[in-house]
Each structure stands twice: as C-alpha cells, then as structure tokens.
C-alpha cells in the first residue's frame, strides 16, 4: 500500500512537472529505491554477524529520526507489514515510557508478529509482554521477593563463583588462551540464574539450550540446541526433557515463542513451581510462590512458568552476550584496560559504559494502541513501532562522542536494560556479574589480547558473540 501511495504521488509529479519530468521522477524513484535498500540493512538479521552499521543508523537518526522499515520473508524469518523504526534517544524514551499509546500486549515485544492467534495469545502472559495493571501487579510481587537478606546472599555467591570460573579458565599456568565465551563469560549468568530460580545446580546448562533456541532462532548454531545431557540432571530436568521439541524433515524448529516450542522449559517449570510451593527453600522464587498479598494476590502455577520463561530466557541472554561486549571493548581499547587494572573502582562506571557501548539487545518492539505522532511523523493506531536501542546509544544530544568508549563516562543514561514501566528488574544483578568477573579477570592476569576471529549471532535482536578468542599472560 505505502509504495502505491507513492508510485501515484511520482505519476501525479510526471504530469506537474514541467521541466525534464522524466528525468525528475526517475531520479526520486533511484533515491528512494536506494533509501528503502540501506534501511533494509538493518532489517536483515545476518547484517549483524559483520557487526553493527553504525554509520546508517547515525545518518537516519541525524536526518529522519524514524523511518519505514519493509519486513519481506528471509529464510525461517516470516515476513511481515512492516514497522515502524525509532532512532533517538529522547523519542525511544517517550515510547518506552507510555504503555497506553505504545503496547506491550497488542503484539508482544519482538519486532516479528506471533505466526497464529494462539501464539499471540501465548506471549502475552508473560509479564514482559503485559502492560499495566497486570504487569504491575506482578512486578510488585517480585520486587517484594527481591529482599537485603537474598540481593545480599546473591552478591556472595556471584562474587564467589566469578572467582571459581576465573580460577578454572586461567589455572595457574603463566599463558594461556580459550575462548572467552565458552570458558569465561557463559558460565556466571547460568550460575546466578540458578540461584535465583533455585534450580539444582547441575540442571543449569537447561538454560543455555533454552536461550539458545529462543534467541538464536535464526542462527543455525543455535536454533537447535541441546547441550543438556539429561544423565547428569535432576529428576525434574530428566521428565521435563521428555517433552523437548525435535526438528522437523527439514532441521526446522517450532517456533520458540510457542509453548509447543518451548514444551520442555514449561514443564521444567511447572514442576519446580510446584515444588517451590509445597517445599519452599530460600531462593528467591520460593519467596515468590510462598509469598500471599491483600492487594496483589499470589502467583499461579500458570504465572510462575511464564516468569521462569522471562528469568531463563530474557536473564540469561543479555549478560551473556553483555559480557563477552565489556570484553571486546576493553580489547579495542587496550588504554582502557590498562587504566582498570591500576585502579578496580573504575570498573563501577565502565560496567555501565560497556553496556551503553555495546548494547546486548539492539530492539523492542511495541504497538500503537492509536494514532499518534513520533519525530514529526504520524503513527496510525496498530502500527508497529520498534525502537533501537543501538541507536539511542550513541545519540550526539545525549551523549559526547557517543562512539568513543570513555570508561569515565558520567552521567550515563543508557538504555541497555530499557526505560519506564518495564525497566530491567535484573538491573542490579547484572552490574554485578560484569564488575564481578571483570575484576577477577583484571587482577589475576597482565595481558589479554584478542587471539583469532570473533565469530556474531545472525540476529537482529541480541548483540550475540558466539566465539570470543582470548590469550592471557599471569
């Protein structure tokens, strides 16, 4: 329909034009084809796995500020009506912090819409994927949960077990190499995950296949992953993975954002929510199940599997991925590191310019619950509206040479865990880990340097690094 629009706006300027009108309108036509061609860039997921194209989206957040994006079919990526895309700081908080003109539930948060009314249906229980009063109701519930007593146990074991994880990927030989991903940076979020969903240890590499199969759906690496082996797991893990989903004849998944796709992670929790409730721990989600408010209510069993979703999935990925980012900007910035090494506490406001550099989720997406306007532009009710936090990152009128990484950088009003009602509640815990595995890491080497190919996710979504090679000297 939009190209219609246009191609009769071009005619009408054939026949209104009077010098050289051809010429004119081929040349509109040519600008605007190679408009649509650049903006297409950002779309296609595998642009990503050559990195960001900065310089396109600073040209369009300096020129337009939000432009028209064309969803065509690409692989197992379904085609779409389009969407539109906000690049600016300012009109990305506006968004993000008006649920009633821009939802979370008419469509869910992924810039792809849900292949049937089911799946639609499906997405929207989760908290992530709600907007007030139920996302609110519910995020009170984990805010309460989220006591001095359990942060405080939780800073002990992450502290205690970045420390272990270091220990283990450098030994104490006096060089060495590994791939940072794998050895270093997969391994602690897993770990507090763990802890805060209380699940046993030993079932934690669930999570890692999990993750892998919802963000990596378009990554053939990751898009069928089952790493898990099921004789080393709980009694729960070993029934849950009687239900996990297989490949069809052409090596196809289900979609990930279907429950039939994630069938193994619904039971897992089903049945660890229902252990939470009967045999309550000192876990944070024990506190959650056993947890009965005047105002708020308890959490269904049918409430705890979609929050275990959102802790598995959505709590796994970004400091996966934010982790090994903090690592490839320290190597690029070796002045950095140094400066780190000579004084820890910096680490405090390099952990959030890390974040802010490399921004681990690049998109979200939201819906337009009525017309309304957006840089100028006007947005018809039901539009897609998806904003890009890569973008919003480095806007020249909030930060100062938004491409430089300045580990000094105060204030840093990134937006790497959101804005407004649905702002990261991991926040805090994520800060953590990077300060965490970043200051054991610091202190027990003298050099690091990159040592081979960073290999990225083809995805438009998550900042992925799949392989990170690293080598170190003591």
Known sequence: MRYAVRFTQYVLRLFLTKPHPFLSVFNTLHHDQNDMKEQQILYDPQTYTTGVPYGLLQALQRDQGIVWIEEPALGAYAGGPGFWFVLRHADIQHVMRHPELFSSWLGGTQTRDPSTIEDLDYVRRMMLNMDPP???RLRRLLHKTFTPKAIAQLEANIRHNAKNIVESAIGDVPQGNCDFVKAIASDLPLLTLADVLGMP??????????????IGFLDPDYAVSDRFDPAKGS??????????????ENGVMPDPRSRAGMLDLYTYAHLLGEEKRQNPQDDIMSLLMSQIDDEDGI?????????????????????????PGGMIALLE?????????????????AVDEMLRWWTPVMTFRRTATTDTEIAGQTIKAG??????????????AVFENPDQF???????????????PHFCIGAHLARTQMQAIFEQLLSRTSVIEQDGDIVFLQSNFQRGVKK???RWKN
């Open 201 to 214: 240890t030993q079932d934690r590499m669930l999570l890692f296949d999990w993750a892998n199969r919802v």
């Open 333 to 349: 910035h070796p002045e950095s590191m140094a400066l780190l090494r000579t004084d820890l506490g910096l680490l405090e406001t």
């Open 383 to 396: 539009d897609k509206v998806v904003v890009s936090f890569s973008a919003g990152n480095r806007d020249t």
């Open 299 to 323: 959490v269904s069993i049918d409430e705890f599997e979609n929050l275990f979703w959102l802790f598995a999935v959505a709590g796994n990925e970004t400091l996966r991925n934010g982790i």
């Open 235 to 248: 009694d729960i893990a070993r029934e849950a993975l009687k239900y996990r989903p297989q490949p069809d």
């Open 134 to 136: 139920e996302h609110s």
């Open 468 to 470: 990170l090679p690293i």
């Open 406 to 420: 300045d580990i000094h950088r105060s204030p840093n009003p990134h937006l790497s865990f959101g804005y407004g």
